[in-house]
Nanobody, 121 residues
Framework: VQLQASGGGLVQAGGSLRLSCAASGLTFTSRAMGWFRQAPGKEREFVAAIDWSGADTSYADSVKGRFTISRDNAKNTMYLQMNSLKPEDTAVYYC???????????????WGQGTQVTVSS
């Protein structure tokens, strides 16, 4: 299984970025997908998740209203649109796959490599 995250970069506060996660080696349409992040000196934390169909989503309180998770099952790809970025959003962002949103939030089955997001003030 490979989960390839991309789209990170340096952006000013208030700006936007879109992360992508391309999946291979798994049945994408049978998996919930999600994003986590880890800031320097902090534990990895849940950001957002989406069920296999895209109909159900879940967000951390800190990103609600600013971030939008989506997926394209035809392309085996998940996205995270990040708007109104804040310096505290600076972290390495990881994509993950799991059986369901509930389980993925605490115990993802598969992890991808991270992509760095840096928000300057």
């Amino acid at each position: 299984v490979q989960l390839q995250a991309s789209g990170g970069g340096l952006v000013q506060a208030g700006g936007s970025l879109r992360l992508s996660c391309a999946a291979s080696g798994l049945t994408f349409t049978s998996r919930a997908m999600g994003w986590f992040r880890q800031a320097p000196g902090k534990e990895r934390e849940f950001v957002a998740a989406i069920d296999w169909s895209g109909a159900d989503t879940s967000y951390a309180d800190s990103v609600k209203g600013r971030f939008t998770i989506s997926r394209d099952n035809a392309k085996n790809t998940m996205y995270l649109q990040m708007n109104s970025l804040k310096p505290e959003d600076t972290a390495v962002y990881y994509c993950a796959a799991g059986i369901s949103i509930v389980i993925l939030r605490t115990t993802p089955r598969f992890w991808g490599q991270g992509t760095q997001v840096t928000v300057s003030s």
